[in-house]
């Protein structure tokens, strides 16, 4: 059986955000087993799993990403959306647009210290939806 539906995020601001609790608190009803597919329908962000419990990862995600592709390079040709834009469509791209996490007993089966995260690029990149499909 397939199950699908949209979820709306609210504006985040640029970072690393764990979205965890939203995307549970909008799922509809989960089978006994199965797979939760998650896409975000934007090309300047992305999804990822990873570590729910210290703020300090987040952190060290945005300082790494912005010093591997830095804003305002003189090289970037698709410019005209502003500096925060093209490096937002290249993180994208590294990291992804969607995770995939097992379903147990009707629980979404994370690891203990995962959560999923809004990886948001742009400055003001406005609400994004996310597209689910559950596989039972």
């Not at 998650?38 to 990403?65: G, K």
């Not at 203990?112 to 809004?118: E, N, R, S």
Request: aromatic share 8%; with cysteine; glycine share 8%.
């Amino acid at each position: 059986m397939v199950t699908q539906f949209q979820i709306t995020l609210p504006n985040y601001r640029r970072g690393y955000h764990l979205i965890t609790g939203t995307i549970m608190q909008s799922l509809p009803e989960l089978p006994e087993s199965g797979l939760l597919h998650l896409m975000i329908q934007h090309t300047s962000a992305a999804l990822s799993i990873n570590e729910n419990a210290d703020p300090a990862v987040r952190n060290d995600f945005e300082y790494v990403f912005d010093k591997l592709i830095p804003e305002r390079d003189p090289n970037y040709t698709h410019d005209t959306e502003g500096a925060d834009d093209m490096p937002a469509h290249i993180k994208a791209s590294m990291i992804g647009p969607s995770v995939t996490i097992p379903i147990t007993n009707h629980k979404l089966n994370l690891g203990t210290w995962q959560g999923i995260y809004l990886c948001e690029f742009r400055n003001y990149g406005g609400r994004r939806n996310i597209f689910g499909t559950i596989l039972s």
